[in-house]
């Protein structure tokens, strides 16, 4: 009986809690924006005689886009989406892990798909929430102004 009554007490207080539970709404990136963030990051390269690959992935790491611009190496491509991914991945831009494994060089991070430690991955926010990422590859030096340059161009949306 006592069972009984502690598993019906357990069950009501379940449904009771559950009944209070509601959706968590929040912000991604839409297509139209990830175009308009990868073509002004390439835009900015290309304007300072570089020809650059860039990738916006969202929430989850997914591409929404992925541009190789003109030219660029055939490497930048994957490079660009790695930077972007491991700025999503670790909300900070991809460049700090050049540090954190300078640091700290058997910090197994690294060794995670899709992590690199390199400059020009950013995150992509709205306020403090990271909604995605944004990686350029091929301007060596100026990768990540360029990505910066491109999440600027949309700045007045990520609100």
Known sequence: MLKHICATTLTLGFLVSSADAQLVTRKDLTADLA????QA??????AQ????????VGRAGEVIVQIRGDGAGMHTFENSFRKAWTARSFRAPSGTMEQRLKDNPNLPLIHLTN???DKG???IKVGDD???GL????CPGCDEPCSQAGIDKVADQLK
């Open 35 to 38: 175009v308009t963030m990868a």
């Open 41 to 46: 990051a390439i835009s900015t390269c290309k």
């Open 49 to 56: 005689g570089h020809n650059v690959s860039a990738t916006v």
């Open 115 to 117: 992590v690199i430690a």
């Open 121 to 123: 991955g950013l995150p």
């Open 130 to 132: 990271t909604i995605g």
């Open 135 to 138: 990686g350029v590859s091929g």
